[in-house]
């Protein structure tokens, strides 16, 4: 499927715990495009007391990726800035001091929490971000203790109006079959809203998103394959770009 969107990786070299150096960077930018996809969020950790790379070293680096792109990928597939923001009480204030928090200068925010944090937790500091007019969507929620074992626990997120992504590594069975079963669950119930590859590397963890295009449009169909990751994408980077 061409023209698809990743909206969490970890492509931006020398950030955070994904690509190494900026040749890994091409050569996964490369994957990305052979397999359909011409626009990429790019999303660095930020997580207090373990990633915390300053902002200007992250915008030189995506300055400088973006236009290595333009020179040995395509002119075609586009980059966009964000982050996958890990939650904490005192999170609210960096907005205040950092400009990239949210994905493509859009309201919404790819929100992590930690494995095992609780319903309440998860709840209070989304509500937070909503409050304060952020949008967030949580990143891999097949992780999370609290999501992955109540399906009607994601519902009432939803509802909330958070969005939930997977990763396409879990769709594809990846990380178990007990994880992939859950993810069809999400589908068949219409609680899925994004996947995103969360490439780290070319080998251990490398971008998937057109096996991924191939297994949703199988289970599920052409056009819900085309929402989860076209249309629904979509809407992200156009809030702001028009």
Avoid: W
Wanted: include cysteine; charged fraction near 25%.
């Amino acid at each position: 499927m061409e023209g698809t969107y990743d909206i969490h990786c970890h492509i931006l070299p020398e950030v955070d715990d994904g690509s190494k150096s900026m040749d890994e960077s091409i050569q996964m930018l490369k994957m990305q495009y052979e397999d359909g996809v011409r626009a990429i969020i790019l999303t660095p950790h930020y997580r207090k007391n373990m990633f915390e790379t300053p902002e200007e070293i992250i915008m030189r680096k995506f300055g400088s990726l973006q236009q290595r792109a333009e020179e040995k990928v395509s002119t075609d597939l586009k980059l966009h800035l964000g982050c996958e923001l890990h939650t904490s009480m005192d999170m609210l204030e960096l907005f205040q001091i950092r400009k990239n928090l949210t994905l493509a200068g859009s309201s919404f925010v790819l929100t992590e929490f930690s494995n095992t944090d609780s319903k309440d937790y998860v709840k209070e500091r989304c509500y937070q971000l909503l409050s304060n007019g952020y949008q967030p969507i949580l990143a891999h929620i097949e992780r999370y203790e609290c999501t992955y074992r109540n399906l009607d626990f994601v519902d009432e997120l939803r509802q909330m109006g958070i969005r939930m992504q997977v990763n396409a590594g879990s769709i594809l069975g990846s990380n178990g079959r007990s994880v992939k079963r859950y993810c069809r669950k999400l589908m068949k119930r219409d609680l899925l809203d994004f996947a995103g590859s969360d490439a780290h590397d070319t080998l251990q963890r490398p971008p998937s998103i057109g096996a991924c295009a191939t297994m949703l449009e199988k289970q599920m169909g052409y056009s819900y394959a085309r929402r989860i990751l076209i249309e629904n994408p979509s809407k992200i980077v156009e809030e702001n770009h028009g």
